[in-house]
């Protein structure tokens, strides 16, 4: 993120905006926090404030009062049409053009940004794509963005006012014609952009007292999604759960149960519906590092039942729905009241 700095330290106790003369927002003035390491391997946290340029929501604010075409989200009584950015899922990271000349980057290519950016004297790197992105593949780690539509590009909000062109022509297929170096030499790249809404996640299950979703952009910036499917990813687990107890722990995705593939969260639900209170499962995962792993945990309905969260954009509220829990019969045999759950009714 490209933020504002000040030569006054205020220090980092408050929040608030930074204006102009006449009292217009340019900013927010916003909290940040990053590890520092010390000695040889003490870590501190260290928080500082900077300011986030308010480009990166007027823009997606124009939008909604313009009512931009979108799915429709309640927000204060009102539906309003969400719009749907596109971005480039690319990470990348600035490089001083005196170090990009050690990379083989030409003198044309310095005068010509150094001319686009005369303060900064910078350009773009790439640090990684976003699995699943249209553009994992097509760029790779180190090269160096150049131009796009031969247009030298220096800073973050070029690359955004580039992707916010193509929305303006309906001709293009979402793609970029990039100018990049790669590995000293220059190349004329098509890389294609993704379109998101902003919603984030919208649907978990709690399946044996683990939280499992689908990957979300920061895992997803770590480049690596499993063939076997990757909408299963076990975002967090609970203190004495099934999970923790048989070391099903986080940053993980399921990838199979009892010898089934469960690829998404539609899947992976019919696969557990038919799995009984205490029995032993079989489990496949793949770690974030791609190693996999085996494991076998005893389910438990009675304190551990099978449930899912939803947002509902109708009413803009998250809704609970039970999926599987203790039944009647097997209650009675352990003398706990309970009432046969069919997505409606909860345990007692």
């Known amino acids: 993120m490209e933020v504002i700095e000040l030569d006054t330290d205020f220090g980092s106790t408050f929040s608030g905006v930074l204006t102009d003369e006449h009292g217009r927002v340019q900013a927010l003035w916003a909290s940040f926090s990053t590890q520092l390491k010390y ?106 963005v150049l131009a796009i539509d031969r247009e030298p590009i220096t800073c973050f909000l070029d690359i955004e006012n580039a992707c916010r062109e193509l929305d303006k022509c309906e001709a293009n297929d979402g793609e970029l014609k990039m100018t990049i170096l790669r590995q000293g030499q220059e190349r004329e790249i098509v890389v294609g952009t993704d379109i998101r809404d902003g919603n984030g996640t919208t649907r978990m299950v709690n399946w044996c007292g683990c939280i499992i979703q689908d990957p979300h952009s920061a895992v997803r910036a770590l480049g690596f999604l499993p063939e076997e499917g990757h909408g299963v990813y076990v975002a967090r687990w609970c203190h004495g759960s099934p999970v923790h107890r048989y070391g099903l722990y986080a940053l993980q995705w399921i990838v199979e149960v009892n010898g089934k593939l469960t690829p998404d969260l539609g899947t992976f639900l019919e696969v557990v519906k038919g799995l009984e209170h205490g029995e032993f499962v079989r489990v496949k995962t793949v770690h974030l590092n791609g190693k996999p792993h085996v494991l076998t945990l005893k389910q438990d309905l009675h304190y551990w039942p099978t449930w899912e969260l939803k947002f509902d954009p109708e009413t803009a509220m998250w809704r609970r729905r039970v999926i599987k829990a203790l039944s009647c019969s097997i209650a009675s045999d352990n003398n706990t009241s309970c009432k046969l759950l069919d997505g409606s009714r909860q345990c007692h």
Not at 64 to 80: A, D, E, T, Y
Request: glycine residues 10%; aromatic residues 4%.
């Open 39 to 144: 000695g040889c391997s003490s870590l501190e946290d260290h928080q500082f404030v900077r300011g986030i340029p308010i480009y990166a929501i007027s823009q997606v604010l124009e939008k909604i009062i313009c009512g931009s075409p979108g799915p429709l989200l309640l927000i204060n009584g009102i539906k309003r049409p969400m719009p749907r950015v596109r971005i480039l899922e690319v990470e990348l990271y600035p490089t001083l053009l005196s170090k990009a000349r050690n990379f083989g980057l030409s003198d044309r290519w310095v005068q010509a940004l150094a001319k686009k950016d005369p303060i900064r004297r910078q350009v773009l790197r790439v640090k990684g794509c976003l699995a699943g992105s249209k553009a994992e593949g097509l760029l790779e780690q180190g090269d160096m």
